[in-house]
């Protein structure tokens, strides 16, 4: 059975949907604000959450992305008094599995229950038990996002589209794909656009025939034709000469090409995976990468997470990766203690997974006869980083605890003057109506009416943003 946390400030809701909870077998826990319900779902491996919008002590909406970060990575239903549709887009648009409202009958609300629960255990079902994927490492919530729609891309045959930083893995999951895909015997051909010479990549390719061109001494078979029967991998498609896209996008609609300098086409039954870190599209905007190729290539897109953005799964890459180069340079296998992990987890890896396995690397070579690794062992410029990213966590932390609002903060008003004392909640409203409403006006002043602006500025997104505005009546 799944274990359910609703958190909601409203006791009678609280109390209803823990008790269909628990009727229907689950384990159920109830939190009553935001900073309670992180605390609860460090402590307990939650599979969902009922999340309310208006908490104590934010937005549930803003809170969303944080749940989900939980390391447990529960789905997420929200529950509001006040029907939103804005609300409800970006509760969607951030993850959210369902939006209901508090007036739902109880059946609504057991049947959105079920139906998330019953996904969740087909999803992580289908992902992680039938999955091949003997170099992709990891368990996160971020990596179970990339790892259904794996399977998803294995299951069918369209154009995927790989996007990140520079380092997320971008071949290892390309060639997962293929290797539980029907092509998994054919070959995975890899090329990198980012090396492939303008004048050489029809040749590279197509292939050509003897006598082509100069010290064409005998014919080569190009990339798309030996990828007959299987995967095509391009690397940093973006790359990619804008004189060579037009061939190569009928290539790909119509599977034959003409090698350089033949008279005759080939046929070649084989499948694209494209990778980038760039933003094709804007690449496309920019006249730098044709529309129509881009379109053909993102039928499936997936965004690699930044390793930043799975920390979780850090200590299990990195024992991977210890095992194996300990096993290629001839050493007895060596333990991360705790220190050692966490240093490695407080460290922003601006390169990904490809600097954690080179600092992994530099690490094994740097260590002698010691059976433990320790932070020490670690490269200096590695740890003083990680320090002081510590260090600033802890400070930011202290910081917002400080900046909790005072009774006697001009920014709470005057209610507390009154007589009779308002209630609990119809002033906490209004504090909180007061400050955003100042936030917002001033964040147009500065940004003069820039939606753009303003969304890089606040950190909201342009959804956010407009309900906000929406809400307290501030315009541009």
């Not at 990575?73 to 029907?83: E, K, N, S, Y």
Request: with cysteine; net charge negative; glycine share 8%.
């Amino acid at each position: 059975m799944a274990t359910i946390l609703v958190l909601d400030d409203d006791p009678d809701i609280s109390t209803i949907i823990t008790q269909l909870a628990e009727d229907a077998g689950h384990t159920a826990f109830s939190a009553a604000s935001i900073a309670e319900g992180l605390k609860r779902l460090d402590e307990i491996q939650a599979d969902l959450v009922f999340l309310d919008v208006r908490l104590p002590d934010g937005s549930g909406l803003d809170a969303l992305p944080e749940v989900r970060k939980a390391p447990s990575a529960p789905d997420v239903i929200i529950i509001t008094g006040l029907g939103d549709p804005d609300g409800a887009e970006l509760a969607i648009q951030n993850g959210a599995w369902d939006y209901i409202e508090k007036t739902s009958t109880l059946k609504q609300i057991i049947f959105s229950m079920g139906r998330a629960l019953q996904y969740r255990e087909n999803r992580c079902r289908s992902a992680l038990d039938f999955l091949r994927r003997d170099d992709l490492i990891g368990n996160g919530r971020a990596l179970q996002t990339v790892l259904e729609n794996i399977r998803v891309a294995s299951a069918g045959d369209a154009g995927v589209l790989l996007t990140g930083e520079t380092g997320t893995g971008k071949e290892v999951v390309a060639r997962t794909i293929h290797d539980n895909s029907p092509r998994a015997k054919g070959r995975f051909v890899v090329l990198d656009c980012a090396s492939l010479p303008a004048s050489l990549a029809e040749g590279e390719l197509f292939g050509h025939v003897k006598g082509s061109y100069t010290g064409a001494d005998s014919s080569r078979t190009g990339l798309v034709g030996q990828a007959d029967g299987g995967t095509l991998f391009l690397d940093e498609v973006g790359e990619l000469p804008l004189a060579v896209q037009a061939t190569f996008l009928r290539v790909l609609q119509e599977k034959r090409f003409r090698p350089v300098g033949g008279t005759h086409e080939s046929a070649s039954d084989f499948r694209l995976i494209a990778a980038t870190n760039r933003n094709l599209e804007e690449m496309c905007e920019q006249g730098l990468f044709r529309n129509d190729l881009y379109y053909r290539i993102k039928s499936c897109a997936i965004r690699l997470p930044a390793l930043r953005e799975r920390l979780e799964d850090i200590p299990e890459i990195a024992r991977f990766h210890l095992a194996r180069l300990c096993a290629k340079y001839g050493k007895e296998l060596r333990e991360p203690s705790e220190s050692f992990l966490n240093t490695l987890m407080n460290y922003d890896w601006p390169g990904n997974i490809r600097e954690l396995v080179q600092t992994l690397e530099r690490t094994i070579m740097r260590v002698r006869e010691e059976a433990v690794l320790y932070p020490e062992h670690l490269p200096v410029d590695i740890r003083a980083k990680a320090v002081r990213r510590a260090v600033g966590l802890h400070e930011n932390r202290e910081e917002i605890s400080s900046a909790t609002p005072k009774a006697e903060d001009p920014c709470c008003g005057g209610e507390l003057d009154q007589d009779p004392l308002p209630p609990f909640k119809e002033y906490r409203k209004s504090c909180l109506d007061r400050v955003e409403r100042a936030y917002l006006e001033r964040l147009m002043r500065a940004t003069g009416g820039s939606i753009k602006e303003a969304c890089a500025l606040s950190g909201l997104s342009r959804t956010r943003l407009y309900v906000l505005m929406k809400e307290h009546g501030v315009s541009k």
